[in-house]
Nanobody
C-alpha cells in the first residue's frame, strides 16, 4: 500500500521558518522524483519543488527559490522541505507526491506525471 505522510506544518509569523517532512512507503522510491506542491483556498495547485531521488537534482519554482530548500534521506524514504523567510502568501496546504515527469517553464515548476500524494499538512503564515 502506497503511503505518504506529511508533517511539520503549523502557524508561524511572517519571516519565520518551518521544516516539513514527508515519509513515503509502498513504492520504489528510487524510480521517482519526490515533489512538493501546495494549494491555498480558492487558488490553483502550485508545484514548488522536487528532488530527483536517483541523482539528487533539485528544482524550484521562482516563487520559493532562495527561501525553500528540499532534501532527502533516501535510506529512510524521507523528503524534507525547509522553508525560510515565510510570507503570508505561502499559506496553503502542502502536499508531497511521487512525480514521474516534471519540468520548468518560465520560472514555473510543473509535474506532468504525479502518481501518488499524501493528504497534506497546513502551513499558516501570519502577517
Amino acid at each position: 500500500e502506497v503511503q505518504f505522510v506529511e508533517s511539520g506544518g503549523g502557524l508561524v509569523q511572517a519571516g519565520g521558518s518551518l521544516r516539513l517532512s514527508c515519509a513515503a512507503s509502498g513504492f520504489s522510491f528510487d524510480d521517482y522524483a519526490i515533489g512538493w506542491f501546495r494549494q491555498a483556498p480558492g487558488k490553483e495547485r502550485e508545484e514548488i519543488s522536487c528532488i530527483s531521488v536517483s541523482d539528487g537534482s533539485v528544482y524550484y519554482a521562482d516563487s520559493v527559490k532562495g527561501r525553500f530548500a528540499i532534501s532527502s534521506d533516501n535510506a529512510k524514504n524521507l523528503v524534507f522541505l525547509q522553508m525560510n523567510s515565510l510570507k503570508p502568501e505561502d499559506t496553503a496546504v502542502y502536499y508531497c507526491a511521487a512525480v514521474s515527469s516534471w519540468g520548468l517553464r518560465l520560472g514555473a515548476l510543473y509535474f506532468d506525471g504525479m502518481d501518488f500524494w499524501g493528504s497534506g499538512t497546513l502551513v499558516t503564515v501570519s502577517s
